[in-house]
Nanobody, 124 residues
Framework: QVQLVESGGGLVQAGDSLRLSCAAA????????MGWFRQAPGKEREFVAR????????VYADSVKGRSTISRDNAKNTVYLDMISLKPEDTAVYFC?????????????????WGQGTQVTVSS
């Protein structure tokens, strides 16, 4: 098992940048593909980005491609999501997730472990 704790959310202005962090504890962090998802009020939780165990493979949702970068530091057991040019439609609770599949798909069902989420609010 792995426990995940997100941080870094907050209230920002449109056009601002933000870095989200997710600290992992428990089983070896480098064993997991790590992902970020988000859920806006009244909407389904959607995929944002994921990175393979070694960091060699990344996948992004079209909605954030070019504006977001996922990275990981296996020595610090932490995964990051850097977002630039934030838009009001990026407002959501952002969740970190871990999958035992090395090249997990962008599906919620591929991820077994989830954090509690961190709120990101982008004002116009």
């Amino acid at each position: 098992q792995v426990q995940l704790v997100e941080s870094g959310g907050g209230l920002v202005q449109a056009g601002d940048s933000l870095r989200l962090s997710c600290a992992a504890a428990g089983r070896t962090f480098s064993y997991y593909t790590m992902g970020w998802f988000r859920q806006a009020p009244g909407k389904e939780r959607e995929f944002v980005a994921r990175m393979s165990r070694s960091g060699s493979s990344t996948v992004y949702a079209d909605s954030v491609k070019g504006r977001s970068t996922i990275s990981r530091d296996n020595a610090k057991n932490t995964v990051y999501l850097d977002m630039i040019s934030l838009k009001p439609e990026d407002t959501a609770v952002y969740f970190c997730a871990a999958s035992p599949l090395n090249y997990a798909t962008a599906s919620r069902s591929a991820f077994d472990y989830w954090g509690q989420g961190t709120q990101v609010t982008v004002s116009s």
